[in-house]
């Protein structure tokens, strides 16, 4: 009897070793990917530090290239960029990228949640151009290169080398702010004067994180568009720049590692 009872327990604890190891099996596999929306002036190297702090936390992370060419085209190959991907995701926004992945959560129901970084969030028929200049601060006007003809009669804007420093990366140092203005990526004037279609963070929790000294979208904007987005929770950084991922990447990536968990 004695034998028949050690061999039920050990077959009962088998079992729930078997169970336990299946569940966490379960809990790593449903983990969120991480998909990163780089915005103007910028490329998917911008999110450099975040992503390593993401990947050593385990999760599998996805810089998309974003085309700057219009809301709604940006929107889909990020859209086609999440269908792509088996189990949830949280889309992660800067600048202008925020106002991309506003839309291109619809109709992607593995969407976790939004995090906007610095970034807009636009309502529906609003444009960036408009949610910028609504509120006193921002600088990004003056800072402005002269327009660069498209071959299709748009144009491409750049921020003036020489003013990029003191302008978007403030509080990274000089050498890597002339790095990020040699190499910065133009967007399409069309793309900041295009009206929003309907946002997700309508339905979708949403998160934000800004710093204080942003001149690109005045604080002002950011933390309206927070309060009406009824934001799960809003980091503003004392004296960040517009660059908050790169100065204070840690701190994005704490805010991301919370938007990934079950709502």
Do not use: C
């Amino acid at each position: 009897m004695k034998f028949v009872a050690s061999l039920t327990l050990a077959i009962v604890l088998l079992v729930g070793l078997t169970m336990q190891s299946r569940s966490a099996t379960v809990s790593v596999a449903v983990r969120p990917t991480i998909v990163l929306v780089h915005g103007a002036f910028a490329d998917a190297t911008s999110w450099s530090e975040v992503a390593a702090a993401l990947r050593t936390n385990g999760y599998r992370v996805i810089g998309v290239a974003n085309p700057l060419r219009s809301v709604k085209i940006d929107a889909e190959e990020v859209s086609n960029v999440v269908k792509s991907i088996n189990g949830p995701v949280v889309l992660v926004g800067h600048s202008y990228g925020g106002s991309v992945i506003s839309s291109a959560a619809i109709g992607n129901p593995n969407v976790r949640s939004l995090v906007y970084v610095a970034a807009f969030a636009p309502d529906h028929g609003e444009t960036a151009l408009e949610l910028s200049s609504r509120f006193p601060g921002g600088t990004l006007g003056q800072a402005l290169a002269e327009p660069v003809r498209t071959a299709n009669g748009g144009k491409n804007l750049y921020i003036d080398q020489d003013k990029f420093h003191k302008q978007f990366a403030a509080d990274l140092p000089k050498n890597r702010a002339a790095l990020m203005a040699m190499s910065q990526r133009p967007i399409a004037e069309a793309a900041l004067t295009e009206a929003s279609g309907a946002p997700a963070w309508k339905s979708l929790p949403s998160y934000f994180i800004f710093g204080t000294g942003d001149k690109n979208i005045p604080v002002a904007a950011l933390s309206f568009m927070a309060e009406r987005a009824k934001s799960r929770k809003t980091v503003s950084i004392p004296g960040a720049s517009h660059v908050v991922m790169i100065s204070h990447s840690n701190a994005v990536a704490r805010l991301i590692d919370e938007a990934a968990q079950p709502n």
